[in-house]
C-alpha cells in the first residue's frame, strides 16, 4: 500500500481538481440540454430550477472545494499543514451540520470548508516571493481568481439557501407586512391611465398602472419606491417595472402580480436575497485576476521583443568588425 506522501502530491492533487471539474461541467451541460431534447423528442416543456442543478452539484463543487484548499496550500506551506486545514474544515463542517448555528443545512456543511478555502487562498496571497514584476502579476491574479471562486461559492450558497419571497393582496392606503423578511410595505398611492401613441384604435400604446409605496425595514422607514404594471396592447402581452435595492448584505425585489384599479388594490411580490454582494464581487474578482495575469503576459512578451532586437543588434556589430 502506497504511503500517503506518495499519493498526496501537488500533481494527483491537480490531476483530481481537473476531473471533479470535468464531471462538474458534465453535470451542468446535462441539466441544460435536457429540457431541449425532452422538447425535441417528446414536444413537451419542461423547466430544471436551482433545487435540480443544487441537488446534483454540491457534493462536486464540496470536494472541489477542499482539492483547492489542498492545492493552495501544499506549494506554500506543506503537506502536513495543507492536511491539518482542510482537517480543521472537514470537522467544522461535522460540529456546524451537528448544533446547526445557519439552520439550514448546505450553509452548515459548506461555510467551514469555504472558510478553509478563503484560508488558503489568502495564505498563498501573502506568501509568493517573486521578485519580477511579471512573476508577481502572473501569481497573484491566479490567487485572485481563486479569491473570486471562493466569494462566488459563498454568495451562491447564502443566497440560494437563506433567500425569502412572498407576496400579499395590499389595498392603497394600508400596510402589507412580512415578517420573515423584516419588511413592510405602505401603499400610499395606486394611479392608472394610457400611455404613448395611439395604436389600432386605442388611445395609447399601453395601459400602465403606477403603484407607490414606502418601504419600511423593522418598522423603521427605509425608502420610498415605485413599480409599474403595463399592459401592451401592441405587443399583446403585460410587463412589469420592479422595484430593486441593492444592499451590501442583501438585494430586495418588489414587483406587482397585479393590480385592481377599481378596488383601490395591488397584489405585491416580494423578495430578499441576501450575500447577493459577495457573488457579484466574487465575478469581478475573478475579472480583476484575469487582467492581472494578462498585463504579465504582455510584459513578458515586449521583454522577449526586447531581447531579441538586442541580439540582432550584437550580431550586427560582430559581422561589420
Not at 471533479?20 to 453535470?27: E, I, S
Not at 487562498?121 to 471562486?149: C, M, Q
Request: glycine share 10%; with cysteine.
Amino acid at each position: 500500500m502506497k504511503k500517503i506522501d506518495e499519493v498526496l502530491t501537488v500533481r494527483n492533487t491537480m490531476l483530481a481538481t481537473v476531473s471533479v471539474l470535468v464531471l462538474l461541467a458534465a453535470l451542468v451541460a446535462m441539466g441544460l440540454l435536457t429540457p431541449f431534447l425532452v422538447r425535441v423528442a417528446t414536444g413537451e416543456k419542461i423547466l430544471l430550477d436551482a433545487a435540480y442543478f443544487n441537488g446534483r452539484t454540491a457534493l462536486p463543487v464540496l470536494a472541489l472545494v477542499m482539492l483547492l484548499t489542498l492545492c493552495l496550500l501544499m506549494g506554500a506551506a506543506g503537506k502536513k499543514e495543507s492536511i491539518a486545514v482542510l482537517g480543521l474544515g472537514i470537522a467544522g463542517s461535522a460540529l456546524s451540520a451537528l448544533f446547526s448555528p445557519f439552520s439550514s443545512m448546505p450553509i452548515n456543511i459548506a461555510f467551514p470548508l469555504l472558510a478553509a478555502a478563503l484560508f488558503a487562498v489568502v495564505y498563498r496571497l501573502l506568501s509568493f516571493g517573486d521578485r519580477t514584476l511579471k512573476g508577481k502579476l502572473k501569481r497573484a491574479g491566479s490567487h485572485i481568481i481563486h479569491l473570486g471562486v471562493i466569494l462566488l461559492l459563498l454568495g451562491i450558497v447564502f443566497s440560494t439557501n437563506l433567500d425569502r419571497e412572498d407576496s400579499a393582496v395590499i389595498p392603497m392606503g394600508d400596510v402589507g407586512t412580512f415578517e420573515s423578511m423584516g419588511y413592510s410595505i405602505h401603499v400610499t398611492d395606486i394611479s392608472s391611465g394610457i400611455e404613448g401613441k395611439p395604436f389600432s384604435g386605442y388611445p395609447g400604446s399601453a395601459y400602465v398602472s403606477t403603484v407607490d409605496f414606502d418601504v419600511y425595514r423593522w418598522g423603521r422607514f427605509f425608502e420610498h419606491g415605485q413599480v409599474k404594471y403595463i399592459s401592451d396592447y401592441k405587443w399583446g402581452q403585460s410587463y412589469t417595472e420592479t422595484y430593486i435595492h441593492r444592499g451590501l448584505l442583501e438585494e430586495l425585489f418588489i414587483a406587482p402580480k397585479s393590480v385592481d384599479t377599481k378596488a383601490g388594490t395591488v397584489d405585491l411580490y416580494v423578495r430578499k436575497v441576501p450575500f447577493m454582494t459577495s457573488l457579484w464581487g466574487g465575478f469581478y474578482i475573478m475579472v480583476l485576476g484575469m487582467a492581472l495575469i494578462f498585463v504579465s503576459e504582455l510584459l513578458s512578451s515586449e521583454k522577449g521583443s526586447t531581447g531579441n532586437d538586442g541580439k540582432k543588434k550584437q550580431v550586427g556589430k560582430k559581422k561589420n568588425g
